[in-house]
């Protein structure tokens, strides 16, 4: 089972600033496997980005990831009030469990 | 509109069984399989299996298999999650989102079927 790590598990920021999540594998994932999910509280997750690096529909360009092999990253280029919420990443490869990192909280400084 | 609409929240008391829903309406039920996703109280995401709703192919996380069961009914475009003895450990949100393939993120998620089990 693949496990994923992200760091930090809090991020304190203020809008405009830029944030910077971390999600660690434990053994290599395909970057085509990689989804990163935004929820608020009493909401159901949201995904942002899949394929490491896509934008799912809807999604501001301001969410951006990267990564591959055993690191990756969910970048938001200025914060707005809204995006102050927990992400998770997720790998989603052929053998299950499809695990999900354990989530970043970013919070208003 | 895709959506994945969920059962309502459930009070059970240890021992008991339960089933929850998840249908959806808006697309090709039969082309996108349903994941289930547990969130305990102020925790974060686990993924407890998911399943084909064209043949009822099933697979479960190893941290939930044997513990629950995943089916669906392809006639009324629902799938379901069941339990046939609740722990107290079962309180959770449960949610339920559908994914393209058997390798696709889940681009949307019901709005959750909180269970809570207690005596």
């Known amino acids: 089972e693949i496990v994923l790590t992200q760091s930090p598990g809090t991020l304190s920021l203020s809008p405009g600033e830029k944030a910077t999540l971390s999600c660690r594998a434990s053994?290599?994932?395909?970057?085509?496997?990689l989804a990163w999910y935004q929820q608020k509280p009493g909401q159901a997750p949201r995904l942002l980005i899949y394929g490491a690096s896509s934008r799912a529909t809807g999604i501001p360009d301001r969410f951006s990831g990267s990564g591959s092999g055993t690191d990756f990253t969910l970048t938001i280029s200025r914060l707005e009030p809204e995006d102050f919420a927990v992400y998770y990443c997720q790998q989603y490869g052929s053998s299950p469990p499809n695990t999900f990192g354990q989530g970043t909280k970013v919070e208003m400084k | 509109e895709v959506q994945l609409v969920q059962s309502g929240a459930e009070v059970k008391k240890p021992g008991e069984s339960l089933r929850i829903s998840c249908k959806g309406s808006g697309y090709s039920f039969t082309s996108y399989w349903i994941n289930w996703v547990r969130q305990m109280p102020g925790k974060g995401l686990e993924w407890m299996g998911r399943?084909?709703?064209?043949?009822?192919?099933?697979n479960y996380s190893p941290s939930f298999q044997g513990h629950v069961t995943i089916s669906a009914d392809k006639s009324i475009n629902t799938a379901y999650l069941q339990w046939s003895s609740l722990k107290a450990s079962d309180t959770a949100m449960y949610y339920c989102?559908?994914?393209?393939?058997?390798?696709?993120?889940?681009?949307?998620w019901g709005q959750g079927t909180l269970v809570t089990v207690s005596s």
């Open positions: 399943i084909d709703p064209s043949d009822s192919y099933a």
């Open positions: 989102a559908r994914h393209f393939t058997a390798v696709a993120p889940a681009d949307y």
């Open positions: 053994q290599s994932v395909s970057s085509t496997f």
